[in-house]
T-cell receptor, first 115, second 108 residues
Framework: NAGVTQTPKFQVLKTGQSMTLQCAQD?????MSWYRQDPGMGLRLIHY???????DQGEVPNGYNVSRSTTEDFPLRLLSAAPSQTSVYFC??????????????FGEGSWLTVV | DQQVKQNSPSLSVQEGRISILNCDYT??????FLWYKKYPAEGPTFLIS?????DKNEDGRFTVFLNKSAKHLSLHIVPSQPGDSAVYFC???????FGAGTRLTVKP
């Protein structure tokens, strides 16, 4: 059972490069989101989606784009990478929005370093 | 501004004793709270939750207590086991605001 799958697991980028972190879930979840984890900051919400075709900003959206063309996929795009975007990124999904009390399922994380 | 705070970055307890992890929040509109556990190089996994209509929820060795007037929740692990060593995050709110996490170490 795959759950939430993120790729790549590790990536090194040069400042100014762009890239896409892929996220796919096979649980038919409506809600998907991206978090970044930084030391001492916990998990901060970047963008989220409550269904195909619908996305919205979280706490720290600047420098990132998302789209949700299918229920299964929710890619995160870094437009022009900056060292401040060095972080661990987690994709997550749940049946519906978390405020309904639904559990969030996380992927294993993507370690991104921007040099 | 951090709406969910875990003020203790680390906690060390002896195997068999109680572990108490604390979490404070600022938004009185939060009505659902969750605890997640995270091992190194893995994504967080759901541990236990509590709705604001309750003040306690128990699941085996894990109990979460909610004090709405103090905007405080705590996770109790009894008895603590070495396998419980991990980072614990509390989360709250409609878009799931997370605390910074507390690293629990349970010593054999």
């Amino acid at each position: 059972n795959a759950g939430v799958t993120q790729t790549p697991k590790f990536q090194v980028l040069k400042t100014g490069q762009s890239m896409t972190l892929q996220c796919a879930q096979d649980m038919n979840h409506e809600y998907m989101s991206w978090y970044r984890q930084d030391p001492g900051m916990g998990l901060r919400l970047i963008h989220y989606s409550v269904g195909a075709g619908i996305t919205d900003q979280g706490e720290v959206p600047n420098g990132y784009n998302v789209s949700r063309s299918t229920t299964e996929d929710f890619p995160l795009r870094l437009l022009s990478a900056a060292p401040s975007q060095t972080s661990v990124y987690f994709c997550a999904s749940s049946w519906t929005a978390p405020f309904s009390g639904n559990t969030i399922y996380f992927g294993e994380g993507s370690w991104l370093t921007v040099v | 501004d951090q709406q969910v705070k875990q003020n203790s970055p680390s906690l060390s307890v002896q195997e068999g004793r109680i572990s108490i992890l604390n979490c404070d929040y600022t938004n009185s509109m939060f009505d659902y709270f969750l605890w997640y556990k995270k091992y190194p190089a893995e994504g967080p996994t759901f541990l236990i939750s509590i709705s604001s209509i309750k003040d306690k929820n128990e699941d085996g060795r894990f109990t979460v207590f909610l004090n709405k007037s103090a905007k405080h929740l705590s996770l109790h692990i009894v008895p603590s086991q070495p396998g419980d060593s991990a980072v614990y995050f509390c989360a709250a709110g409609g878009d799931m605001r997370f605390g910074a996490g507390t690293r629990l170490t349970v010593k054999p």
